[in-house]
């Protein structure tokens, strides 16, 4: 009988000791850096239609308790360009080497667990890399109507899934841009990423330590 009951007891003193890292293990994801890669397609406007292409790019996460902020670049590959038309009617032929995109959000995470959903909002900043008239006489117009306008910024939507294994995360998400008339690219782009990202610091120490004493 006496043996039954201290099995009993240490069984529960087992029970309780593993309740709080159990729930360290859901909330280990806060208060963390993490780095990541990811790649996907960006799909965006031109006058003669829809283009997608293949996009890579890196990111930077330093969540909270239930926030993070999220700060990523990422940019296209192939050339691309097409024939605009500038506010007084000009046709502007021109070519870009790359979108490349830098992204500043703010997310919010429901709830922990293994597999977390998220959404943001934020900005980003879209630049035509090398956006030149393709021409060989190009006019002062067209010069001026490329320069003034490969590049802005625009707001930026988010909406995400991620699946935490230890201090790793897989990730899928989806990110949405208005574009302004005064870009090249005057309708929305639409970015679909898949990628991993990884929690190499701590955002801050916390006093686990101190608390203990």
Do not use: C
């Not at 293990?25 to 806060?30: C, F």
């Not at 031109?46 to 940019?75: D, F, H, M």
């Amino acid at each position: 009988m006496t043996r039954h009951r201290s099995l009993a007891i240490a069984a529960l003193l087992a029970l309780v000791s593993a309740a709080p890292l159990a729930a360290q293990v859901q909330e280990d994801w806060q208060n963390q850096w993490y780095w990541g890669a990811k790649g996907g397609l960006l799909s965006y406007s031109l006058p003669s239609g829809k283009s997608n292409q293949p996009q890579a790019g890196g990111e930077w996460l330093i969540t909270s308790r239930r926030t993070a902020l999220y700060v990523a670049y990422s940019t296209t590959f192939k050339r691309d360009g097409d024939t605009f038309t500038s506010s007084t009617g000009t046709s502007v032929p021109a070519v870009f080497d790359a979108l490349q995109r830098i992204q500043v959000a703010i997310l919010v995470f429901p709830w922990s667990g293994y597999l977390q959903p998220y959404v943001g909002g934020g900005f980003v900043i879209e630049t035509l890399s090398n956006a030149v008239v393709n021409s060989t006489t190009p006019s002062t117009v067209q010069t001026t109507y490329v320069s003034a306008h490969s590049s802005g910024g625009f707001a930026l939507a988010m909406v995400g899934l991620q699946l935490r294994v230890g201090k790793m995360a897989i990730f899928g998400q989806a990110q949405f841009s208005p574009q302004g008339r005064d870009f090249m690219l005057p309708s929305g782009s639409t970015s679909l990423e898949v990628g991993i990202r990884y929690a190499f610091l701590g955002a801050r120490e916390t006093g686990d330590i101190a608390t203990q004493h």
